[in-house]
């Protein structure tokens, strides 16, 4: 009896440590314009009280990894610490707040919590005026049939989704081709003319829940909206994608860097210079300055051109340096935050997703953990999702939609990770 009641205590005792704070309740409730987060609750939390000097509020700090041990969605190896964190709530009216936790949590898993997030924390910046395109979000993908993945494989994303898959073959690639379908359908191309089999989903906010179906059938790309039939998504979204990959054969490319990093990104010599001005601004940010200047080559090295180079400023090293001079992870670091200024330029206006493939990267588990807190910080108003040979080992992944493949060809497997 005293062993039951010293386990009780214990246990009170460890909810007690991951409660909430009155200041992160606070700060949840600001975060989240005083409104519930469900994308299907309008309900605003806060008004007048009964008296002219008194509030009301219906609001509840939620925690998405459980404050108690055997609660709904586990703890994710979340210290008591990150457990009563801002990043582990959720602001929700009082039904809802009940509801997530029921049986469990059944049906309301830790990503799709985060997801949710947000995505009402993009809606109150939107009201605020911080940015002026319509409110969009890619909110899940299920795979039906496809002859590489196990059938009714799903996966939820947050603004930053991270999918891991050690194996080449593992369907990385395939899930950016699907993701990528939603604005075109060139990355099917090939799958079409193999008379390949495969039917998926996309729900998609805007501000509404919509759903895009995509099928295939005689080498025909067939798309539904909504249960219409469409020739292809009509809603006007921009997607980016780049693999580093394009580093690998920098040095051998014979023209300058220039002419190889205007048509990498797709973009003109002016833009890219402006893009370049811009970067070092965040506080996420490991360059100083970039800036393109114009060199001739020195008579005994028969191998340099005349052209414009990139040179670059890293806050490490404090002076200027050839981008084909910096290692390799240097140069990864220098392309990502290129890549991510020109997409938040579109970002502010236009609703944008940024796929990303850091398989021929050089980066430390510290330079990653930066760049996905800056992905996930408000400098960044779109999302991302990112795909990788190799599982990061930092703290920052417990904030994301993480996920991994497993299983040989024509049975892979999506799991989410759990911490």
Not at 199 to 212: A, C, R, W
Not at 269 to 274: A, F, S
Not at 332 to 359: D, R, T
Request: proline share 2%.
């Amino acid at each position: 009896m005293q062993a039951l009641y010293a386990f009780i205590i214990w246990v009170v005792m460890s909810r007690k440590k991951s409660d909430f704070l009155v200041k992160t309740k606070n700060i949840l409730a600001g975060r989240a314009g005083y409104q519930c987060c469900h994308p299907n609750c309008n309900i605003i939390t806060i008004g007048p009280g009964e008296s002219p000097d008194t509030t009301s509020s219906v609001g509840e700090a939620a925690h998405i990894f459980s404050a108690s041990l055997n609660g709904p969605r586990g703890q994710g190896g979340l210290s008591n610490d990150e457990l009563r964190s801002v990043d582990n709530g959720f602001w929700a009216c009082k039904n809802h707040a009940r509801l997530i936790d029921t049986n469990s949590g059944e049906g309301f898993t830790a990503e799709q919590l985060k997801a949710w997030r947000a995505l009402h924390e993009t809606k109150i910046k939107l009201f605020q005026g911080r940015i002026q395109r319509p409110l969009f979000w890619l909110h899940s993908l299920k795979i039906n049939k496809m002859d590489l993945f196990e059938d009714e494989q799903k996966i939820y994303f947050g603004k930053v989704t991270f999918i891991y898959g050690s194996q080449n073959a593992s369907g990385k690639s395939t899930i950016l081709d699907l993701i990528n379908s939603i604005s075109s359908f060139n990355s099917l191309e090939n799958r079409v003319n193999n008379n390949e089999c495969f039917n998926y989903e996309l729900e998609l906010f805007n501000p509404d829940s919509n759903k895009l179906e995509i099928a295939s059938k005689n080498k025909r790309i067939l798309s539904r909206l909504n249960n219409n039939n469409v020739h292809f998504n009509p809603m006007p979204i921009a997607i980016f994608r780049y693999d580093l990959k394009f580093l690998r054969g920098f040095s051998q490319d014979d023209r300058d860097d220039l002419d190889k990093l205007t048509e990498y990104l797709g973009v003109d010599k002016l833009k890219l210079e402006n893009i370049l001005s811009a970067l070092g601004k965040s506080q996420y940010s490991t360059i100083s300055s970039a800036y393109f200047e114009y060199q001739t080559a020195d008579e005994d090295d028969e191998d340099f051109l005349d052209g414009y180079y990139l040179c670059v400023i890293l806050k490490t090293h404090g002076f200027s340096l050839n981008f084909s001079s910096l290692s390799g992870g240097e140069r990864s670091m220098v392309l990502l935050e290129l890549i991510s200024e020109l997409v938040q330029v579109h970002a502010k206006y236009k609703q944008s997703i940024l796929l990303f493939n850091l398989q021929a990267t050089f980066f430390y588990d510290d330079t990653l953990a930066n760049y996905l807190k800056f992905f996930m910080s408000s400098d960044i108003d779109y999302q991302t999702v990112i795909t990788s040979v190799r599982a990061p080992k930092c703290e920052e992944v417990k904030l994301l939609n993480y996920y991994s493949l497993h299983g040989a060809l024509e049975g892979v497997e999506i799991q989410p990770v759990k911490h």
